[in-house]
């Protein structure tokens, strides 16, 4: 957060409303009101829900989405409306992973499904994990651009491994994680950097 200073304690935790209609993942008029409504009731802080970093990566085909910049106007407009009313705004970059509940076919690092009610998803390969750490790195850039005091919140399918047990795929996934996390030229190491020089 740095030199982020909320007006008080009060912080809207994020929460998927899955209400864009159009499946475009672009900010409706539903959205303004939603959180704007919670600025007028005083949060100090909004974090928007859980927004896609990939078509792929929503959870219902109804997800907000931060992957394209044609979803930045949107944002843009809903930051404005929430600092008139003097709360602060943040974002939730999100990969569903296994919880993907969209049409066709879903990816998550093992091919374990998430409940008995999930489908199963495909195992991603070593690419498909890279392209996944590059949406997150674009969606972010996209996210500073929606407005300087948006912050985000990293989630990703590693997170859905709780209760699960690991899989080879996921063991494969970790690794990757910390190989790259350790590697000052890799992507998370350049995000990271990003937000440290830009945010
Ligand atoms: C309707 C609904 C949608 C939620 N969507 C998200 C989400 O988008 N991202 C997330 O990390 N958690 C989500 N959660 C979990 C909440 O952010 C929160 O962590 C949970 O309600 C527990 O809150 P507590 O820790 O204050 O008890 C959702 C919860 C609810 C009730």
């Given at each position: 957060m740095k030199d982020l200073s909320l007006k008080n304690r009060i912080v809207m935790a994020p929460m998927c409303m899955y209400s864009c209609p159009e499946q475009d993942g672009k900010i409706t008029n539903w959205n303004l009101t939603h959180y704007t409504t919670r600025a007028v009731g005083q949060v100090g802080l909004v974090i928007v829900e859980a927004s896609a970093v990939s078509p792929e990566g929503r959870i219902s085909m109804e997800d907000l989405g931060i992957w394209d910049d044609e979803q930045i106007a949107g944002l843009t407009k809903l930051t404005k409306l929430v600092h008139e009313h003097g709360a602060k705004i943040s974002i939730q970059l999100a990969h569903a992973g296994r919880k993907s509940r969209i049409d066709g076919s879903i990816k998550a690092?093992?091919?374990?499904?998430?409940?008995?009610?999930?489908k199963t998803p495909q195992e991603m390969t070593i690419q498909q994990i890279e392209d996944t750490v590059a949406s997150f790195k674009k969606s972010a850039y996209w996210a500073f651009f929606a407005a300087k005091q948006l912050g985000v919140n990293l989630e990703g399918p590693?997170?859905?491994?709780r209760g699960m047990g690991l899989t080879f795929g996921l063991l494969k996934y970790i690794r990757f994680f910390l190989k790259k996390s350790k590697q000052p030229q890799s992507s998370i190491y350049r995000t990271e950097a990003f937000y440290n020089l830009k945010y």
């Open positions: 690092p093992s091919v374990i499904p998430f409940s008995y009610k999930s590693i997170q859905y491994r």
